[in-house]
């Protein structure tokens, strides 16, 4: 995520402390909220996926997907 959006969810968080958001900034900051989330949740998989278990007998294991 740019560092300019990360600094506007920062703004807007620090704006949240001091006073009431407008509803056009509540629906900014939910936005660059779920963009933030997804950004964060691909670069989670992608580190799971390249993701090996070691075995105390020297087998490497392929991290395998949880079923829901």
Not at 13 to 28: D, G, H, Q, S, Y
Not at 30 to 42: F, G, P, Q, S, T
């Amino acid at each position: 995520m740019e560092n300019t959006k990360l600094n506007r969810i920062n703004e807007l968080a620090a704006l949240a402390k001091i006073r009431e958001l407008t509803a056009e900034e509540l629906i900014e900051r939910d936005a660059l909220r779920k963009e933030y989330i997804a950004e964060w949740r691909r670069g989670a998989e992608q580190v799971l996926e390249n993701t090996y278990i070691l075995t105390p007998d020297g087998k490497k294991t392929k991290l395998k997907k949880r079923e829901k």
